[in-house]
């Protein structure tokens, strides 16, 4: 019989202090992890957390609800937003950030990568070059954005994906042409609103990758948000194979019937 397992973030997680104006603290529950940031007025992370990622800027990804407050965030393409109190937030590595006006930002980062945010030089360990996950975050960015030309550049021509089910889409499409076909006729039957969005990639260092992603589509009138994985296969620097994996196959399959 499984546990329920209950903690108190506040009361029983682990405090990171930033260098200044505030800190994160941790909490754990059994699979479920949450860091709790509180951001003070004059907090810039450039300026209180660089110090103790030693990168020039925020390498997490976040997944973020902000309870309070705001904060407006610098990609390091140069664009700014602000996000604000009730904002559910995805924001990629590559970032600077800072509280905007008097009033603390608090925000609630449900990421896998937030276990590591805020840590000193004691805990921190830079990360193996992987180029197969660097392809693999390319890819996704690729095909959100209907960049045909980067996923080219990284499916191998003789590439397989397999596609799980018994839905109209199910079976295999063998070759560049055939995938590439296949992620247009996601985008055609859901019009041009199917989404996936990584979350978190783990790698073996060698030739395997998988992917964990939430998908968001609208067809028919409804909207759908599932969770699902890609293992992909790498060979000479391109991806040969690519295993889908569903959390909800049947659901999929109704909603693609």
Known sequence: ??????????????????????????????????????????????????????????????????????????????????????????????????????????MLDASPEATGYATGPAQRVAPYADDNVAAVRKGYAAFNSGDLETLMSILAKDCVQHVPGKSQLAGEYKGIEAVLGYYGKLGELTDGTFRVDLTEVHSDGKSHVCAIHQVTATRNGVTRVSRGSLLFTFYGGHATDLLELHSDQAGDDAFMA
Not at 66 to 87: K, T, Y
Request: glycine residues 16%; contains cysteine.
């Open 1 to 106: 019989m499984a546990d329920l397992m209950i903690s108190g973030v506040d009361r029983t997680g682990e405090v990171r202090k930033f260098r200044d104006h505030g800190k994160m603290v941790l909490g754990t529950a059994g699979g479920m992890t949450i860091g709790k940031g509180t951001f003070e007025p004059g907090w810039r992370w450039s300026e209180d957390v660089k110090p103790l990622a030693g990168t020039d800027s925020c390498q997490v990804h976040h997944l973020g609800y902000v309870q309070s407050g705001a904060m407006g965030i610098r990609l390091n393409d140069g664009r700014e937003f602000e996000i604000h109190a009730d904002d559910l937030v995805d924001i990629p590595p590559g970032h600077d950030a800072w509280v905007i006006g008097d009033e603390p930002c608090v």
